[in-house]
């Protein structure tokens, strides 16, 4: 919904990035229907991209391209006139600490800097909808919080952001709502006051609640009185 962070969780292979690929019609859907802004991702796949900004789980940029080139090739695909893009990577890279590294191969940059070049080129069109699958892997502190103040800057402008991570205490801070997808199905949706409700967690923390939806709480602790046993034995003795 426009105006929301809505944040989605689940165990590895609950298929969190393959929901986000149906939005952007990249899979297909095996049931139901899509519809992103009002358009159907496989029948109208232009009027979809061009109104989201996507950053997968590991980035896609082309890593034989300049950063600079890269984003030249991206304000084409997305029709934006030269001036327009360059004052928002300008600004973007300013931000990111990126300008140095305009004219390096991708190729050459670390896994940080190259997630850096995803998210700008997912910003440089502006877009109404965001679709983030763990956009914070590979940065440090100081661009986490910048791209933390980016999805908030977009929801206080209108936009929707679909937001994938596993860092509970992220999704807790950023999410308006969120989903908990567990084998392919969505098992719970709310708020995290709602989705305590669900467990009667009331104060609990988002990592207890999802632990407890998703049916791995008794395997954690179960886990947990394991590496007791194996580590302090000698103790017992």
Do not use: W
């Not at 519809?35 to 590991?58: T, W």
């Not at 940080?112 to 699958?133: E, M, R, S, T």
């Not at 206080?156 to 937001?163: D, I, N, S, T």
Request: proline residues 3%; aromatic residues 6%; hydrophobic residues 45%.
């Amino acid at each position: 919904m426009p105006g929301e962070v809505f944040g989605l969780l689940g165990p590895n292979g609950a298929g969190k990035t393959t929901t986000i690929k149906v939005l952007m019609g990249l899979v297909a859907a095996s049931l139901g229907n899509v519809k992103v802004c009002g358009f159907n991702p496989f029948l109208e796949p232009a009027a979809v991209k061009s109104r989201i900004g996507y950053v997968a789980e590991n980035s896609i940029v082309y890593e034989s391209l300049s950063a600079r080139d890269f984003f030249e090739f991206v304000a084409s695909m997305r029709k934006i006139d030269s001036v327009s893009a360059n004052r928002v990577v300008s600004r973007l890279a300013e931000v990111f600490d990126l300008a140095q590294y305009f004219d390096s191969p991708i190729a050459t940059l670390s896994m940080g800097l190259k997630q850096k070049v995803a998210l700008i080129a997912a910003f440089i069109h502006q877009p109404p909808v965001l679709l983030l699958d763990e956009p914070l892997n590979g940065l440090d502190a100081k661009s986490s919080r910048v791209v933390k103040d980016l999805i908030s800057l977009n929801v206080q402008k209108g936009g929707a952001v679909l937001f994938s991570t596993h860092i509970m205490e992220i999704a807790e801070q950023l999410c308006t709502r969120i989903g908990i997808i567990d084998h392919g199905k969505l098992v719970a949706v709310g708020t995290l006051d709602q989705l305590r409700n669900k467990t009667d967690g009331i104060g609990s923390s988002l990592e207890d609640v999802f632990l407890k939806l998703t049916n791995e709480d008794s395997a954690v602790a179960d886990r947990s009185r394991m590496l007791r046993e194996a580590l302090f034995v000698n103790e017992a003795h």
